[in-house]
């Protein structure tokens, strides 16, 4: 059975074509884990608010200037940190 005749595949293919994190960790099985992380290192509950509350699907899309300078930032580098950030922590879960 091919996998694009399945009943339903095109609704799982719409949820998981999104830029919304929280769906994306809770499509990947990390959500708790995360929520998990956010309670206990202040880092974590630091990009949990600029991620699900600073930034949005819609944020892509706003004019420039429109999110402080300072928020962008933050989230850049709570992303990148080779160390700690989250990109790391999704790579090690």
Same mark, same amino acid.
């Given at each position: 059975?091919? +996998?694009? +005749?399945? %009943?339903?595949?095109? $609704? ?5 074509? *999104?830029?919304?994190?929280? #769906? ?7 959500? %708790?884990?995360? %929520? ?12 949990? *608010?600029?991620?699900? $509350? #600073?930034?949005? $699907? =819609? ?7 429109? *999110? =402080?300078?300072? %928020?962008?930032? =933050?989230?850049? $580098?709570?992303?990148?940190? =080779? *160390? ?10």
């Amino acid at each position: 059975v091919s +996998v694009n +005749v399945l %009943e339903g595949i095109g $609704e799982i293919r719409r949820a998981v074509k *999104t830029h919304n994190l929280f #769906v994306l960790l809770t499509f990947s099985g990390l959500r %708790e884990s995360f %929520e998990i992380q956010a309670e206990t290192k202040p880092d974590f509950e630091k990009i949990r *608010t600029l991620l699900f $509350e #600073v930034w949005t $699907e =819609q944020s892509r899309y706003n004019a420039v200037g429109t *999110t =402080q300078q300072n %928020e962008i930032k =933050q989230i850049i $580098e709570y992303l990148g940190s =080779q *160390t700690e950030g989250i990109l790391q922590w999704i790579r090690k879960s």
